[in-house]
């Protein structure tokens, strides 16, 4: 069985100019690091040139795609009837991304099958946490 999901996303950028545009995104859930998930954009899709990932909780992405969830970095809230935003926030500014709320919804129940809410303390590698921790002192 393998550890991680990955699953591609059209997410669209949300923009000053009257028109959105659509970018690919990458979400991915690994059970190595259960309660963790990234979102992934490839270089073509920022302003530096160079692919950008932001990782949160799925407990926050699960409550965000219900009602206005987070208060730091990323946050996620319904829009609409169909559609999910995601924040994040950076220095260099705030990026807002749509991304349908059903391929969110799938994301979500397909970790759940690999990794059960509640469940994830089972998964967690606590030697190699702390090994890493301690710079492979142990």
């Known amino acids: 069985m393998s550890t991680v999901i ?3 996303v059209q997410a ?3 923009a000053s100019a009257p028109r959105m545009e659509t970018l690919p995104a990458t979400l991915q859930y690994d059970r190595r690091d259960p309660f963790a998930v990234r ?3 490839p270089a073509t899709a920022t302003l530096e040139g160079t692919d950008v990932s932001w990782e949160f909780s799925r407990e926050l992405l699960a409550a965000g ?3 206005a969830a987070g208060v730091g970095d990323v ?3 319904p829009f609409g009837y169909d559609r999910t935003v995601l ?3 950076a220095t260099e500014g705030i990026a807002m991304v749509h991304v349908r709320t059903a391929e969110l919804r799938r994301f979500l129940e397909r970790a759940q099958e690999l990794v059960p809410v509640g469940d994830e303390h089972r998964f967690l590698d606590l030697d190699r946490s702390l ?3 301690l710079g492979g002192a142990c």
């Open 131 to 133: 090994t890493d921790l």
């Open 6 to 8: 990955e699953q591609s």
């Open 65 to 67: 795609v219900d009602a």
């Open 87 to 89: 924040e994040f926030h």
């Open 39 to 41: 979102m992934a954009f």
């Open 12 to 14: 669209r950028m949300v």
């Open 75 to 77: 946050r996620i809230r």
